[in-house]
């Protein structure tokens, strides 16, 4: 199954709070699951990423968690500011048979952090 | 710090009209990708390419799209017979090789067809 379930659809936070954006998958074959961030009218842009046999990863104010066995992984935003609202992109890599890589993104979440 | 580039950044084109849209990858990067995303919509992949050929393409990417490296740096989309529905952000993507997974995307090319 190449799908990457995201929700919620959209988040509105006060500064400093901790957004929490989920994902869900299927395919064990994903190997790689990195979160885009997009400001509107740009690409997105790689944010933090994490492989399956870790359980967590940090990166400054962000930080993802992974369940392996419940095909489940979060991105935490903490200290959330107004210069974090943008849309989020969970999204899983697969190899393909040509070698090289395919991202499957979820749907997004529009995240509003308000002053 | 490198990053890719594409051109245009907004093209408006009648129905029916080929377009070609650009793209200057990572310069180290072997690997090269287009995505789109309809407005408000997810992102979708719509085909890779590696050492001068197709390694995946989706069920989008039919017979009235084609890509090319023309030369060492550009990377290009064409669409041979624009339709409505082809209307969308048409992003490039480049990632340095099969191991890194980086996938690194451009600001985007917003096509419309009229």
């Known amino acids: 199954q190449q799908q990457v379930k995201q929700s919620p659809q959209s988040l509105i936070v006060q500064k400093g709070g901790i957004p929490i954006i989920n994902c869900a998958y299927e395919?064990?074959?994903?190997?790689?699951f990195p979160w885009y961030q997009q400001f509107p009218g740009k690409g997105p842009a790689l944010l933090i990423a994490?492989?399956?046999?870790?359980s967590e990863k940090k990166e400054g104010r962000f930080t993802i968690s992974f369940n392996k066995s419940a095909k489940q992984f979060s991105l935490h935003i903490m200290d959330s500011q107004p210069g974090d609202s943008a849309t989020y992109f969970c999204a899983a890599n697969h190899k393909t048979q040509g070698g090289s890589e395919k991202l499957v993104f979820g749907k997004g979440t529009k995240l509003t952090v308000n002053p | 710090e490198p990053e890719v580039t594409q051109t245009p950044s907004h093209q408006v084109t009648q129905m029916g009209q080929e377009v070609i849209l650009r793209c200057v990858p990572i310069?180290?990067?072997?690997?090269f990708y287009w995505y789109r995303q309809i407005l408000g919509q997810k992102v979708e992949f719509l085909v890779s390419?590696?050492?001068?050929?197709?390694?995946?393409k989706s069920e989008i990417f039919d017979d009235q799209f084609s890509v090319e490296r023309p030369d060492g740096s550009n990377f290009t989309l064409k669409i041979r017979s624009t339709k409505l529905e082809d209307s969308a952000m048409y992003f490039c993507?480049?990632?340095?090789?099969?191991?890194?997974?980086?996938?690194?995307f451009g600001p985007g090319t917003r096509l419309t067809v009229t």
């Open positions: 994490i492989r399956p046999d870790v």
């Open positions: 310069s180290n990067h072997l690997y």
């Open positions: 993507a480049s990632s340095r090789d099969g191991v890194s997974y980086e996938q690194y």
């Open positions: 390419f590696y050492n001068n050929e197709i390694s995946e």
């Open positions: 395919n064990t074959a994903f190997d790689y």
